[in-house]
């Protein structure tokens, strides 16, 4: 069993890397990638256990980026660094987006605030390690009674579409992909079934236009796809000349339904050849 794709608390999972490590090994998962939201934190601290347990730890990121001429867009970039680690310019660029994530959690607060939210930021960043997310927003507002689960603190104040709702600086997909590139990686369109595009020659359209972009792979496998996704993904892979990849997107307790390795109920069987033409293709 395989798994390309998890999250640690330096992200917005809360497993620690050390703890995720154990999880992989106790459920018989082989090969691991940890790909955290914008930072290697999480990686970079599960590699000396992994090896000492024969864990095939692989490195990967996850970057939120946006498409031009759509507000509300964003398209999530897998990466993985299967030759060499990414270098100190790529690390450098996390760093900004970072940054930027800081510098909207700030303007997130004053924009609760207004509307008569209680919270303060501190609050909120002692929940996040590396970086803060709206995830741990999430958190505090559930704790504070302004919502009853992670679904309505989006509804309500969170999400896109909510009143309270600030931008944060975020890539062109075009962009994600030539950084990507250009560090050595793998750029890899996670969880297509996550753009919404509800129509089929639309979504093919979009999908090509990635790979004219530079685009190496598509995430066939995974947890919100259903056995007509997998299909029709698949074929857009084959069609397209892209790799193949899959993972649970496992975050620990804030999404409980999700497993390592095997996803929502059982529906994940990602073949290990998945793995081994990524790196053949590396
Ligand atoms: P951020 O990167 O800080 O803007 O937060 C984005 C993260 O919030 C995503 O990666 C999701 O894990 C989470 N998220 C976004 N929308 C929702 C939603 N409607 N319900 C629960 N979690 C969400
Ligand atoms: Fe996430
Ligand atoms: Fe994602
Ligand atoms: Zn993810």
New binding site residues.
Partial sequence: MIDLHSHTNES?GTFTPFELVELAVERGVEALAISD?DTFAGYDQALPEARSRGLDLVCGIEL?TRVPGSKSRTVHLLAYFLRQPPPPEFRAWLDELIAG?RDRNQRLIASLQEKGVDIELPEVERLGRTLT???HF?RVLIDKGYAPN??EA??RY??ETAPTYVE?YAPYVAEGIRRVLDAGGLPVIAHPIRLGIHNLKAEDAFIRELRDAGLRGIEVFHSDHRPEDIERYGGIARKYGLLVTGGSDF?GEVKPQISLGTGYNGNLNIPISVLNDLRAAA
């Fill in positions: 917005d939201h939120s994530r997310g709206r995830p999430a992670f679904d989006f509804r969170l999400g944060r975050h």
